[in-house]
């Protein structure tokens, strides 16, 4: 069974910056495409931003400019780094892996924008 295994959220303040992280398998993150979606209450999961195996990005029209995806082939590991979060960006984060028509997922990671 592939697992992604998604790190770092939590409460921060209006303002403020968390990174999270996604561990995932070797053979999944040597070929797959990686990105974060989120799930806000009562709404639909959105892609937040995604990177290719080659590192092209992108992002959605909501983050750009604040968030920013990043990925480290050793540690298999991808990251997105938050910054000037606000209370709209509240929502569960999950991590994604997907090829060509085929999504892994993590069981996600709460963030929670608030003063």
Avoid at 27 to 43: H, L
Avoid at 66 to 76: E, G, L, M, P, V
């Amino acid at each position: 069974q592939v697992q992604l295994v998604e790190s770092g959220g939590g409460l921060v303040q209006p303002g403020g910056s968390l990174r999270l992280s996604c561990a995932a398998p070797g053979s999944i993150f040597s070929i797959y495409a990686m990105g974060w979606y989120r799930q806000a209450p009562g709404k639909q999961r959105d892609l937040v931003a995604a990177i290719t195996t080659g590192g092209s990005t992108n992002y959605a029209h909501s983050v750009k400019g604040r968030f920013t995806i990043s990925r480290d082939n050793a540690k298999n590991t991808v990251y997105l780094q938050m910054n000037s979060l606000k209370p709209e960006d509240t929502a569960v984060y999950y991590c994604n892996g997907g090829l060509g028509g085929i999504n892994y997922w993590g069981k996600g990671t709460l963030v929670t924008v608030s003063s």
